[in-house]
């Protein structure tokens, strides 16, 4: 049974970091990418970042890019997510994700990905 389980979140000053963590149980973890993804009240889940499987590769949304930073840990099977200069709009539930199919393609659309952690809260106050 896969699981992915986040971690890190809370509540922080506009400015502040935050250090999200997914841990991933029941699968092979290096042979898949690893995205990031959140969604705010009211509004659709969204693309954050994601990282290949061959620990080369990134991909970040336009509105994180030189703020966040994706990486993982394949000898512990966890991706991280470094959030830098958080602004109140990054106030958001954010999941971590992961597809079925090993692949070397970096997938931006949430329906790529087939399982999905229970989501850690990320709130920014202004």
């Known amino acids: 049974q896969v699981q992915l389980i986040e971690s890190g979140g809370g509540l922080v000053q506009a400015g502040g970091s935050l250090r999200l963590s997914c841990a991933v149980s029941?699968?092979?973890?290096?042979?898949?990418?690893m995205g990031w993804f959140r969604q705010a009240p009211g509004k659709e889940r969204e693309f954050v970042a994601a990282?290949?499987?061959?620990?080369?590769?990134?991909d970040y949304a336009d509105s994180v890019k030189g703020r966040f930073t994706i990486t993982r840990d394949n000898a512990k099977s966890k991706v991280y997510l470094q959030m830098n200069s958080l602004k109140p709009e990054d106030t958001a539930e954010y999941y971590c994700a992961m597809p079925s199919t090993a692949t070397y393609a970096m997938y931006r659309a949430g329906t790529r990905y087939d399982y999905w952690g229970q989501g850690t809260q990320v709130t920014v106050s202004s």
């Open positions: 990282f290949s499987r061959n620990g080369v590769s990134t």
């Open positions: 029941g699968r092979i973890f290096s042979i898949y990418i």
